[in-house]
């Protein structure tokens, strides 16, 4: 028997089991193929709720569905906390439990870790969690009026067009409420430029002049000062605020650093074609766990696992792997509430976004539907994302 074993059963995770288990079903039934996704939750949650929860577009109950219910009924679901990985003897350990495996993929993407700023934890907001959505959600329903500071305060993170989507959802928000003539809206960011694409940082730097929102450039955060309400730079600079959108500094999870499995900021060094963990070649990293030059975005991770699929299929019928990744990723930026345009991009050919329009934004509602049917399924990966 061949056994492919799943650790984190998040978009890429569960898009790898899914598919696998669509293409090798008749395996899978006579008991040739086991395949088994190990996760310390028993909840999928998609995460680009994160962002809208706080402007009343998305809900709680859009965000969460049981893990259990995404995956096939050929797939074993074990909700175990992975302690330790080690790959020379192909073995995870579990709380409960100790597995083998003949494939192993990682999918233990990415987390916020805000012991890196001082004083950012209680400094301010952020929407990284569910919880500190609907936190974020409240202070922005209450706030009339004073400096609302979005601010990157560390490299890489999740969803790198976020903080700037944030910052044009405020300006549309208040906009829409009467209030924003009352409101300074400030964007903080660690780079010369809004963005680090450059053809897409020039027309998000216009969009932001044109709707008075600030930028503060090459702002690198050193502190947070709860008290004071202030945000201090390494360059010396301090910035005042009346409320702040933190977004915090991410690294790996826990248990791929203590696996050894880690660069130094906390990430797999992943093939950039092949998407094997370098050195090991039964051994797969997708999505937010990895070193990739890509954003670490759920369009990301569900190309990769396309890959990945295809190719653990190539291998156990015998045949050479026939994929190979693109660095091919695919990001919305909301410009407005009802506005949005989209990037389509991979190693070799830089984003050409299209203006800000009504079809873009109506695509990312759906798709924030379809997520569930159809992509978490594995029924397409890598389509309509």
């Given at each position: 028997m061949?056994?492919?074993l799943?650790?984190?059963?998040?978009t890429?995770?569960t898009?790898?089991?899914?598919?696998?288990?669509?293409?090798?079903?008749?395996?899978?039934v006579?008991?040739?193929?086991?395949?088994?996704v190990?996760?310390?939750?028993?909840l999928?949650?998609?995460q680009?709720?994160?962002?809208?929860?706080p402007?009343?577009?998305?809900?709680r109950?859009?965000?969460?569905?049981?893990?259990?219910?995404l995956l096939?009924?050929?797939?074993?679901?074990r909700?175990?906390?992975?302690?330790?990985?080690?790959v020379?003897?192909?073995?995870?350990?579990?709380?409960?439990?100790?597995?083998?495996?003949?494939?192993?993929?990682?999918?233990?993407?990415?987390?916020?870790?805000?012991?890196q700023?001082?004083?950012?934890e209680?400094?301010?907001?952020?929407?990284?969690t569910?919880?500190n959505a609907?936190?974020l959600?409240?202070?922005?329903?209450?706030?009339?009026g004073?400096?609302l500071v979005v601010?990157?305060?560390?490299?890489?993170f999740?969803?790198?067009?976020?903080?700037?989507?944030?910052?044009?959802?405020?300006d549309?928000?208040y906009s829409?409420?009467?209030v924003?003539?009352?409101?300074e809206?400030?964007?903080l960011?660690?780079?010369?430029?809004?963005?680090?694409i450059?053809n897409v940082?020039?027309?998000?730097?216009?969009?932001?002049?044109?709707?008075?929102i600030?930028?503060?450039?090459l702002?690198n955060?050193?502190?947070?000062n709860?008290?004071?309400?202030?945000?201090?730079?390494?360059?010396g600079?301090?910035?005042k605020?009346?409320?702040a959108?933190?977004?915090p500094?991410?690294?790996?999870?826990?248990?791929v650093?203590v696996?050894g499995?880690?660069?130094?900021?906390?990430?797999i060094p992943?093939?950039?074609?092949?998407?094997?963990?370098?050195?090991?070649?039964?051994v797969?990293a997708?999505?937010d766990?990895?070193d990739?030059?890509v954003?670490?975005?759920?369009?990301?991770?569900?190309?990769?696992?396309a890959?990945v699929?295809t190719?653990?299929?190539?291998?156990?019928n015998?045949?050479?792997?026939?994929l190979?990744?693109?660095?091919?990723?695919?990001?919305?930026?909301?410009?407005a509430?009802g506005?949005?345009?989209?990037?389509?991009f991979?190693?070799?050919?830089?984003?050409?976004?299209?203006?800000?329009?009504f079809a873009?934004?109506?695509y990312?509602?759906?798709?924030?539907?379809?997520y569930w049917?159809?992509?978490?399924?594995?029924?397409l990966p890598?389509?309509?994302?």
């Amino acid at each position: 028997m061949k056994r492919i074993l799943v650790v984190g059963g998040g978009t890429g995770g569960t898009i790898v089991a899914n598919n696998l288990a669509h293409r090798l079903h008749e395996k899978l039934v006579k008991g040739e193929i086991e395949i088994t996704v190990v996760d310390s939750s028993s909840l999928h949650v998609y995460q680009p709720a994160y962002l809208l929860i706080p402007f009343g577009i998305m809900h709680r109950n859009e965000a969460i569905r049981p893990e259990r219910d995404l995956l096939a009924e050929t797939i074993k679901f074990r909700q175990e906390r992975v302690n330790k990985i080690d790959v020379n003897n192909r073995l995870v350990k579990t709380d409960s439990s100790s597995l083998q495996y003949d494939f192993l993929v990682l999918a233990t993407g990415a987390q916020p870790d805000y012991s890196q700023v001082p004083g950012l934890e209680k400094g301010g907001y952020d929407f990284y969690t569910l919880e500190n959505a609907y936190k974020l959600r409240e202070a922005i329903g209450k706030f009339e009026g004073g400096r609302l500071v979005v601010a990157v305060t560390g490299i890489p993170f999740k969803c790198p067009t976020a903080p700037m989507e944030f910052a044009f959802l405020a300006d549309s928000y208040y906009s829409k409420l009467g209030v924003r003539d009352k409101i300074e809206l400030d964007y903080l960011y660690p780079l010369p430029r809004p963005f680090t694409i450059p053809n897409v940082a020039e027309q998000v730097q216009k969009l932001m002049d044109d709707r008075k929102i600030k930028t503060d450039l090459l702002f690198n955060v050193e502190s947070v000062n709860p008290e004071k309400k202030e945000i201090t730079s390494i360059e010396g600079e301090t910035i005042k605020y009346d409320l702040a959108v933190l977004t915090p500094p991410h690294t790996g999870s826990e248990v791929v650093r203590v696996s050894g499995l880690t660069d130094k900021g906390g990430w797999i060094p992943t093939d950039r074609y092949t998407l094997h963990v370098k050195g090991y070649d039964d051994v797969y990293a997708i999505g937010d766990a990895t070193d990739l030059p890509v954003s670490k975005a759920g369009s990301a991770a569900d190309f990769q696992a396309a890959v990945v699929s295809t190719n653990i299929w190539d291998n156990i019928n015998g045949f050479p792997p026939s994929l190979r990744y693109d660095g091919r990723v695919m990001c919305f930026i909301i410009t407005a509430i009802g506005e949005a345009t989209i990037l389509l991009f991979d190693y070799e050919h830089p984003p050409s976004p299209p203006p800000p329009n009504f079809a873009c934004y109506w695509y990312k509602l759906v798709y924030n539907r379809m997520y569930w049917t159809v992509t978490a399924k594995g029924l397409l990966p890598g389509f309509g994302v």
